[in-house]
């Protein structure tokens, strides 16, 4: 499968333009692409959509079809060109829209940050989505623009109810896993919630899923944690060993073992994107939303968790969106059981330069900066890892370029932040 958006699976309907030199290249790439690939019983649907009269190179014309029955005279009357197998054939096509429904998903915990961003990127490309959240860090007003969409379905439920589980994971066809407890602080307090929210929540996700036929893969976003405090920067997939020095570290490996373990024992395949922190608007947690309402309190001074050379890498949304959506297309394309990947933003800043950053968006001068010294040698709490920085090879290998880096990422993430009131 090659690198080219229109080659995937998803097939991404608004990338094949009428009368575009692109069109050909595009639609002869999906159909050769299809027919060996997961969604090869949809070619037919994908077919009765373009295609209103076919024309076989060096035979006479003919009003047929490869798929299902379109009247020629509903055609625009633009005449293109393909190689469909060892054919060259012309078509006639109206407005070509792909088939809605070409993959049921299903997005737990998509009501929240990183969720509702990727049902935005699933809705825009017409699959049909299915979102589990219980709510309790997520919101509706993150996916209330497609509340009353057909083909979107929300269910308030909790993963660590394992009938629930089950119903939001009947059909599925590919589910992203992303409902869990992502605060690490919350370790030190309380490790109980890692282990409910993050271990328990994602092996009934998987009890659900291993006899369920429709599922094709699970999508699970893990994190840069699991690596603890790896001795080399950048930490590429295959580094070990892992030795996470926070619960949530902790418990995401487990789950990712977990997975693993199901991929190889029952029917399922897994695909794990360990992230590194990620920014931007709906951001539920992190540090630049923190030092944006602490500096809305008082503009005059910011109190930082730790000594401030925390560093780290910071990759804004739609950089996270695209990568998610390339690797599970590719994903989906290939034969792999367990594929690993890294995800993050090729360069690493710290907490000192971020709380500059967001003093600068929000107009502010003469902050006074004050380090609270930190634990542990300047962390901001136990389980914080000072230093991470992600090797990304392995994913620029797919075709995948993040626009922003961390301190252009936290920056926008600032300036959109500073004009919301509800903070
Ligand atoms: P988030 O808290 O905004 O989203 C998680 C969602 O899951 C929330 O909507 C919450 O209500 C829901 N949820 C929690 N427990 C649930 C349960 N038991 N049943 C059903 N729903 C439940 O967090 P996010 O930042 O969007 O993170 C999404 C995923 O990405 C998480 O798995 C997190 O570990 C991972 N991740 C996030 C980051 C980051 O920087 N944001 C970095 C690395 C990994």
Redesign the pocket.
């Known amino acids: 499968m090659g690198n080219n958006a229109c080659s995937h699976p998803f097939l991404p309907g608004n990338n094949v333009r009428r009368n575009s030199p692109l069109c050909l290249h595009n639609i002869a790439n999906v159909l050769s692409e299809l027919r060996d690939s997961v969604v090869a019983p949809r070619i037919d649907c994908l077919l009765d959509s373009v295609i209103h009269r076919v024309n076989v190179r060096g035979g006479s014309e003919e009003e047929t079809r490869i798929g299902g029955a379109v009247e020629p005279s509903e055609s625009d009357g633009n005449l293109y060109g393909f190689i469909y197998g060892d054919r060259y054939v012309e078509c006639l096509m109206a407005n070509v829209t792909v088939r809605h429904d070409l993959l049921k998903v299903l997005v737990?915990?998509?009501?929240?940050?990183?969720?509702?961003h990727l049902v935005d990127r699933f809705m825009k490309e017409n699959h049909v989505v299915t979102v589990?959240?219980?709510?309790?860090?997520?919101?509706l007003s993150?996916i209330e623009s497609w509340l009353d969409n057909e083909r979107f379905k929300f269910i308030e439920?909790?993963?660590?109810?394992p009938q629930k589980?089950k119903k939001a994971a009947e059909d599925a066809e590919l589910v992203f896993?992303?409902?869990?407890?992502?605060?690490v602080r919350v370790g030190e307090t309380d490790p109980h919630i890692h282990f409910?929210?993050?271990l328990?929540?994602t092996f009934n996700l998987l009890e659900a899923l291993k006899r369920q036929r429709s599922a094709k893969a699970i999508v699970?976003?893990?994190?840069?944690?699991v690596y603890g405090e790896a001795t080399l920067l950048p930490t590429p997939e295959d580094y070990g060993p892992s030795i996470p020095i926070s619960t949530?570290g902790a418990t995401?490996l487990g789950c990712e073992a977990l997975i693993e373990a199901y991929a190889h024992t029952f029917d399922l395949r897994g695909l794990v994107?360990?992230?590194?922190?990620?920014?931007g608007p709906?951001?539920?947690?992190?540090v630049v939303k923190d030092f944006v309402k602490k500096l809305r309190r008082n503009p005059k001074r910011l109190e930082i968790l730790g000594d401030g050379s925390q560093k780290k890498s910071y990759?804004y949304i739609d950089d996270l969106i695209d990568a998610i959506y390339l690797t599970a297309n590719e994903f989906l394309s290939c034969n792999d059981r367990i594929k690993v990947y890294n995800v993050g933003s090729p360069d690493s800043v710290t907490v000192a330069r971020i709380a500059e950053i967001v003093a600068e968006e929000m107009s502010l001068s003469d902050v006074d900066f004050v380090f609270t010294g930190g634990v542990n040698g300047g962390r901001g709490w136990r389980g914080d890892v000072k230093t991470m920085l992600l090797s990304t090879k392995k994913l620029l290998k797919q075709g995948w370029r993040p626009r922003y880096r961390s301190e252009e990422a936290v920056r926008l993430t600032a300036e959109k932040l500073v004009d919301r009131l509800d903070l």
């Open positions: 737990t915990g998509g009501a929240g940050f990183i969720g509702s589990v959240d219980n709510l309790s860090n997520g919101s993150n439920g909790d993963l660590k109810d589980t896993h992303l409902a869990a407890n992502p605060e409910e929210e993050n328990v929540a699970f976003t893990s994190t840069s944690t949530y995401k994107l360990r992230l590194a922190n990620i920014v709906r951001g539920t947690t992190g990759l």
